[in-house]
C-alpha cells in the first residue's frame, strides 16, 4: 500500500526555520514527480512547490519563493521541504504527494506564531 509519512512540523516564531520530511513507500518513489501541498485552517488545499523525479527541475508558489527549497533523496524515498523565513500566513498542515497519484498521508502541522 502506499504510505506517504510527514514529520518535522511544529511551533516556529515568525522568521524562524522548519525543514519537513516525507518518507515514502509502497510504490516505485523515482518514477514520480512529487509535490507538497498545504491547506490552512478554514481553506482548500494550495499547492506550494513540485519537484522531478530526479529533481533536476523544481517549481514553487509565488507565495513561497526564495524561502523554501524543495529536494528529494532517492536513495532514502523520502522528501524534504526546508522553509525558511517562516510567516504567520504559512500555518498550515503540509502534505506530500506523488504528482500524478491520488494519494496523501495524514501531514504535519506547522504553526508560525510570536
Known amino acids: 500500500e502506499v504510505q506517504l509519512v510527514e514529520s518535522g512540523g511544529g511551533l516556529v516564531q515568525p522568521g524562524g526555520s522548519l525543514r519537513l520530511s516525507c518518507a515514502a513507500s509502497?510504490?516505485?518513489?523515482?518514477?514520480?514527480?512529487m509535490s507538497w501541498v498545504r491547506q490552512a485552517p478554514g481553506k482548500g488545499l494550495e499547492w506550494v512547490s513540485a519537484?522531478?523525479?530526479?529533481?533536476?527541475?523544481?517549481y514553487y508558489a509565488e507565495t513561497v519563493k526564495g524561502r523554501f527549497t524543495i529536494s528529494r533523496d532517492n536513495a532514502k524515498n523520502t522528501l524534504y521541504l526546508q522553509m525558511n523565513s517562516l510567516k504567520s500566513e504559512d500555518t498550515a498542515v503540509y502534505y506530500c504527494?506523488?504528482?500524478?497519484?491520488?494519494?496523501w498521508g495524514q501531514g504535519t502541522q506547522v504553526t508560525v506564531s510570536s
Open positions: 504527494t506523488p504528482t500524478t497519484l491520488g494519494y
Open positions: 519537484i522531478t523525479w530526479n529533481g533536476g527541475i523544481t
Open positions: 509502497g510504490f516505485t518513489f523515482d518514477d514520480y514527480a
